[in-house]
């Protein structure tokens, strides 16, 4: 009898480790896929900045820390995964700084469709910033802290469009997204699965 039980038990066992080895393999098969689908963003051909004209500032991490603008320890980086509110979450995009600052326009990087447009972002002077999503097929860009632009969900936008106007943030804050991507997200604990680093892509567009 008590062989017959270390024998059930064994199997348990084994089928537990089974288990959990085909959990992993699916997880780092997943994980694989989206490695890749954001590794192809790279090889897009973006010929179209979100705005004209130059950089106030730089939005990758070695040029912000090094150009005197932040201070140590900010929480107001502009570059892809900085941390905000404390280190409880991370920033999910970056911040372009046009040199015109407020009222820049802002431009489709390439023809698309609106599909949300919504507040993003209430400064602490009362002003609500906007957001506008746009599908541009081979993927998703969320152009963010505008003011509140005259678009409506479903519209089709050329490339070069002006969509709107960067608002009193002086900034655009750009998110890229995967394909099928249907609202922005915040980045709290877990990079969100859809969310694209987009430094490269902006990297090329301005340089």
Known sequence: ??????????LLLIVLVAAVSVIEFIQDADASSLNDQAGNIKQFTITSPPF???LKYPFTKSGAMQCGHWRSGSQDYPWYGAPRDGNSRRHAGIDLYP?????????????GKVIRVAPFYRRRNGEITYAVL??????????????MPALAVGEMVKQN???GVVSGTKQLHFELYLPGTENWSPWHGRKPQDLIDPTDMMLRVFR
């Open 52 to 54: 004209d004209g130059a």
């Open 1 to 10: 009898m008590r062989m017959k039980k270390n024998n059930i038990t064994g």
């Open 161 to 163: 469009q002006t969509m």
């Open 99 to 111: 040199v015109s600052g407020a009222g820049t326009p802002i431009k489709a990087i390439r023809d």
């Open 134 to 147: 746009v599908d541009h097929g081979e993927f998703v860009a969320n152009y963010a802290e505008l003011v």
